[in-house]
């Protein structure tokens, strides 16, 4: 409970955040952007682990994606049929967020360690100490909770974001768009200094605080950095959405004059293709960037404010992450093993223009 009263205690402090300056220009922001690659694929030259870090992060978000695509092999095709011409809700709709939730937390654990590896590389390369794998993972388990945590919750708000992006039957206004656009901005700037927080022995409650100081001290900076960034991940993004659109319309998943409900499964799983190969650039070119950018403005910062940067000391706590870790993943091992006889199949086969067998608050009365 502890940790769950930090994160919403991190998050209220997150969501004061003030209005975001939107005159950051996209050409200095990329400017920026590439100035810190350049630094960063140079550190990541000489420190091969920054490589096998990003990778182990690709694969942990193949093998997630995977895992969640399972479930969608589980609904029957007359299932798929009733979602066409039905605006009413299904209980399938409430066993895929969970299912959905599940993965993205599944996957944030290892992605945490990861990722506070990958910063605790660039931060003892700065500081001029050995930086081997075991060094980082010494210095980043202590802090593993909370760095799930943190990438739980920013796992499933990008998870939940993209797919707000994605062409739908139903689309927001376009000033709702950009609210939630807006939105979802401010929360990628104002938590830009969670990961570095974390890593130097703070909880999620002092590193949300710590966070929206450093990204009000340097706001200028941080947002020319995040778009930077941002700006790169839309370019592969759009780029990976059209090599997937020509991969639908080649006509290999689903041959023309066939009807794609039945392949439904197939088509998630084969799309997964180009997706993939744009998630590889972003976790082992752009991601990696933006870590270093960060991690050097919150060094700056913490010499602004004269405090000297610290390191956990202690090799203690992550038994308590490790614990909670293997309880999840016996809950997605146990719904997928027995998912006939939990009923969870039968509640995935309840058709979209018959909720009334299992009742879900936003189904629509005819």
Request: proline content about 5%.
């Amino acid at each position: 409970m502890k940790y769950f009263r930090e994160l919403f205690a991190a998050r209220a402090e997150i969501s004061k955040f003030p209005e975001i300056d939107t005159k950051v220009g996209a050409v200095v922001s990329l400017g920026m952007f590439i100035d810190h690659g350049i630094a960063a694929l140079t550190i990541a030259f000489r420190e091969k682990e920054i490589f096998v870090f990003s990778i182990l992060q690709w694969l942990v978000v193949a093998l997630a994606y995977f895992l969640w695509v399972q479930m969608l092999d589980w609904i029957p095709e007359d299932v798929w049929r009733s979602t066409e011409n039905s605006d009413s809700g299904s209980i399938a709709d409430i066993i895929l967020l969970i299912w959905s939730f599940a993965c993205v937390g599944l996957a944030a654990y290892p992605i945490g360690i990861l990722s506070g590896c990958i910063g605790a590389a660039f931060l003892l390369k700065r500081l001029k100490r050995k930086c081997t794998i075991a060094t980082c993972l010494r210095l980043v388990m202590p802090q593993s909770v909370p760095l799930w945590l943190f990438h739980w919750f920013d796992g499933w708000i990008t998870a939940m974001q993209i797919l707000e992006r994605l062409p739908r039957k139903n689309p927001p206004t376009p000033l709702e768009h950009m609210r939630r656009e807006a939105l979802y901005y401010a929360w990628k700037v104002a938590s830009a200094g969670m990961l570095p927080s974390i890593l130097t022995g703070n909880g999620l409650a002092r590193s949300g605080v710590n966070s929206v100081k450093f990204a009000w001290a340097h706001l200028r900076d941080v947002q020319k950095l995040r778009l930077g960034y941002s700006i790169c991940c839309w370019v592969i993004g759009i780029g990976t959405y059209v090599l997937a659109v020509l991969w639908l319309n080649s006509g290999i998943l689903a041959p023309y004059g066939t009807d794609i409900y039945g392949k439904v499964y197939w088509v998630y799983l084969w799309v997964a293709l180009p997706m993939l190969a744009g998630v590889l650039v972003v976790i082992i070119f752009l991601r990696p960037v933006f870590l270093l950018g960060i991690g050097n403005l919150y060094l700056r910062y913490l010499a602004e404010k004269g405090e000297a940067v610290t390191l956990p000391k202690t090799e203690k706590g992550y038994m308590n992450g490790l614990a909670a870790f293997g309880v999840l993943m016996i809950f997605i091992a146990v719904a997928y093993v027995y998912r006939n006889e939990l009923g969870i199949v039968d509640m995935l086969s309840v058709p979209y223009d018959a909720p009334e067998r299992y009742p879900v608050p936003w189904a629509s009365s005819n």
